[in-house]
């Protein structure tokens, strides 16, 4: 069973950066798509940023320019990286995993950004 692990979340000064990681395991070979969704209080959860198999990205047009996402496949590890952050970044952040045409969601990790 595949199973996903976020970590690196925290409280942060608007203007500040965290990084979060999405650690995989259970999976023989490697995950295909990964990417980052945020849900905020009262809000749907939504895409943060995506990374294909292939290393193809794509991002919300609210973080383009300060979130970078990546992924070391040696390590069966996905990043956020999330620069100059915002009070309205503030949210659960949510790893998921395509693997064999099954999505895997992890357990959310908590960002708070204070003003």
């Known amino acids: 069973q595949v199973q996903l692990v976020e970590s690196g979340g925290g409280l942060v000064q608007a203007g500040g950066s965290l990084r979060l990681s999405c650690a995989a395991s259970?999976?023989?070979?490697?995950?295909?798509?990964m990417g980052w969704y945020r849900q905020a209080p009262g809000k749907e959860r939504e895409l943060v940023a995506r990374m294909t198999g292939g290393g193809s990205t794509n991002y919300a047009d609210s973080v383009k320019g300060r979130f970078t996402i990546s992924r070391d496949n040696a390590k069966n590890t996905a990043y956020l990286q999330m620069n100059s952050l915002k009070p309205e970044d503030a949210a659960v952040y949510y790893c998921?995993?395509?693997?064999?045409?099954?999505?895997?969601w992890g357990k959310g990790t908590l960002v708070t950004v204070s003003s």
């Open positions: 259970g999976n023989r070979f490697g995950m295909n798509a």
């Open positions: 998921l995993g395509s693997y064999f045409g099954k999505d895997y």
